[in-house]
């Protein structure tokens, strides 16, 4: 069997990416995809912790802009990651791959609430653990929180698998096909060109504590490939 290039994984799905075509609400067929694939990567024994976001049913920074109270509209977009984790969870579970949901935002009746030693302690026992609910916290992103539990779970890598692209490029190219593909990039470059991968204060995380990201397309068989240690995607390094 091939070695894999990471034994600590954190995987971050963005609730777009959940969506699929459809653009809003869970796509079953893809999640189920995404389930697959995980059991692919655990079957290599490597740990694997998994980030979901919660833009396909809430986004609490655009609700913020319209006048909405920010920290509600942020805690409303927390819950709506708990809904994504669940439905990732039972996914999973029917590929019967053992699963744990913890949440920033305690709510003991249907997850575990965060707490490091026993995420730890289910990544080692070999269970792929889902954080849901953000930080915790209002004005923090996703992209924030997997910056914080990689550092946290002492993970190798983030990866960053999109629903629509396949890399990072200069320009949207969903709106620009002659939009600059980066195979490589640092994270100076990343904040002082507004690339959007993730915002200001994930990046300055992730470059503090030298964590490495690799954004690419949530396409078949990607999850494994990545981390085989195929390049495909978008590398990103410290500063």
């Not at 069997?1 to 869970?26: H, Q, T, W």
């Not at 996914?91 to 949440?103: G, I, P, Y």
């Not at 914080?148 to 779970?153: F, K, N, P, T, V």
């Not at 320009?171 to 640092?186: F, G, I, K, M, S």
Request: aromatic share 6%.
């Amino acid at each position: 069997m091939a070695k894999p290039a990471y034994n600590r994984v954190i995987l971050k799905l963005s609730g777009e990416a959940l969506a699929g075509d459809r653009g809003f609400g869970i796509d079953q067929e893809v999640i189920e995809g995404i389930a697959i694939q995980i059991k692919e990567v655990i079957e290599y024994k490597v740990e694997v912790a998994v980030v979901v976001g919660g833009g396909n049913i809430w986004r609490g920074a655009q609700a913020g802009k319209k006048g909405m109270d920010r920290a509600t509209a942020d805690y409303m977009g927390m819950l709506a990651t708990v809904i994504n984790a669940l439905a990732l969870q039972d996914a999973l579970e029917r590929q019967e791959v053992d699963t744990r949901v913890q949440t920033a935002l305690e709510m003991q009746q249907v997850a575990e609430p965060y707490i490091r030693r026993r995420a730890l302690r289910h990544l080692e026992k070999g269970r792929v653990v889902i954080f849901a609910g953000g930080t915790g916290n209002p004005y923090f992103s996703t992209d924030t929180t997997a910056a914080l539990r990689a550092a946290e779970m002492e993970a190798e890598v983030i990866l960053l698998a999109k629903g629509k692209v396949d890399a990072v490029y200069d320009t949207d190219p969903l709106t620009n096909p002659n939009a600059h593909r980066y195979t490589e990039l640092n994270y100076i470059e990343v904040i002082n060109q507004g690339l959007g991968v993730m915002d200001s204060t994930a990046a300055s995380l992730c470059m503090d504590n030298d964590i490495k990201l690799i954004v690419f397309g949530l396409n078949t068989g990607n999850i494994k490939k990545v981390v085989m240690g195929e390049k495909i995607g978008t590398i990103i390094r410290g500063g």
